[in-house]
Nanobody, 126 residues
Framework: EVQLVESGGGLVQAGGSLRLSCTAS????????IGWFRQAPGKEREGVSC????????YYADSVKGRFTISRDNAKNTVYLQMNSLKPEDTAVYYC???????????????????WGQGTQVTVSA
């Protein structure tokens, strides 16, 4: 059974940094991608970033480009989201999920995401 577990959220002041982790289990190969999403109260879920576990191809939403960095450690089955220069509008519950790839088509992910983690809260104070 595939399982994803997020960790690393917390409370930070604006301008600060946090690193989120998404640890995967149950995959039988590296032929998948991990995406990070976030959802703030009253807002739709937003795709933040994605990485192909097999070849490291990445994708970033415009709202986080230059501030967030996604990476992977295949030996630890873990994907990281390093978040720098955090802003109050980054406050949300962050989730990771798995898909066949990170392909974006017409502004949306082409492949459906599944095996959602339980989420981790990120709160950025002004």
């Amino acid at each position: 059974e595939v399982q994803l577990v997020e960790s690393g959220g917390g409370l930070v002041q604006a301008g600060g940094s946090l690193r989120l982790s998404c640890t995967a289990s149950g995959f039988t190969s590296d032929d998948y991608a991990i995406g990070w999403f976030r959802q703030a109260p009253g807002k739709e879920r937003e795709g933040v970033s994605c990485i192909s576990v097999s070849d490291g191809t990445t994708y970033y939403a415009d709202s986080v480009k230059g501030r967030f960095t996604i990476s992977r450690d295949n030996a630890k089955n873990t994907v990281y989201l390093q978040m720098n220069s955090l802003k109050p509008e980054d406050t949300a519950v962050y989730y990771c999920a798995a898909a066949q790839g990170c392909t974006v088509y017409s502004g949306s992910y082409y492949y459906p995401f599944g095996h959602w983690g339980q989420g981790t809260q990120v709160t950025v104070s002004a």
